[in-house]
């Protein structure tokens, strides 16, 4: 049964990054304009905030699959429970995708990703050093325990910072299910690309977590 509320938990918390975050985006027109560019960066980050100390007590506060597995590498996850999290972001990011929709029809395309200049090869290592950058600050400021008062704070200014920078090249995935959902619902290049934001994400999560794992081993 406490397995089941994590996943409920991570459904939850993805579902509401999806419709804060990619719904921002949505209605200020974050491509733009730069106070709408600023304002979707900062609404990624502090749902992250939000999230984190609502259900980081539960699951963790994953609500991304480039972090769950980072987490799977470092041997702080289960196979089983790396399984269920995904399973539950993805479904979460399609259902803050469709309560989009009901909200706002199709304006703004959901927030979905774009390739940069219609570069794939661009798009996939700008997509991997954002997500590399994210998910390495989660390794460290995790690794800690005295630092849990203030990770969560942590975790959504990093998420700000590169979207921040990120946004102006791909809009910024650094999460597969935040991607899959809105582009779902969008269709067209952003259903055709999507796979760039699902595959470039776990690339960059997990040299985050081999490459944090290997400058940590061994310290005092």
């Known amino acids: 049964m406490q397995n089941v509320k994590k996943y409920i938990a991570e459904f939850l918390g993805t579902a509401i990054l999806v419709i804060f975050g990619c719904g921002t985006a949505c209605v200020v027109g974050c491509q733009t304009t730069f106070p709408g560019y600023l304002v979707t960066s900062l609404a990624f980050g502090?749902?992250?905030v939000a999230m984190a100390y609502s259900i980081g007590n539960i699951s963790g506060c994953h609500i991304n699959p480039a972090?769950?597995?980072?987490?799977?590498?470092n041997g702080s996850l289960q196979i089983a429970d790396f399984i269920g999290y995904l399973i539950a972001q993805f479904l979460g990011g399609i259902a803050g995708s469709a309560l989009l929709y009901y909200f706002i029809g199709t304006k703004g395309n959901f927030g979905a990703n774009g390739l940069y200049d219609s570069d794939i090869l661009k798009s996939l290592i700008i997509e991997i050093v954002l997500t590399f950058v994210f998910v390495f600050t989660i390794m460290g400021v995790t690794a800690k325990k005295e630092n849990a008062p203030?990770?969560?704070?942590?975790i959504g200014l990093s998420l700000t910072l590169v979207h921040i920078l990120g946004i102006y090249f791909t809009g910024t995935s650094v999460n597969p299910a935040r991607s899959f959902g809105p582009a779902m619902f969008a269709g067209g290049d952003a259903?055709?690309?999507?796979?760039?934001?699902?595959v470039a994400p776990l690339i960059g999560g997990a040299l985050a977590a081999f490459a944090y794992k290997w400058l940590s081993a061994n310290k005092e």
């Open 46 to 48: 502090l749902v992250i």
């Open 191 to 198: 259903l055709k690309y999507v796979w760039v934001f699902l």
């Open 150 to 154: 203030t990770t969560g704070l942590v």
């Open 67 to 73: 972090v769950s597995l980072a987490m799977f590498i």
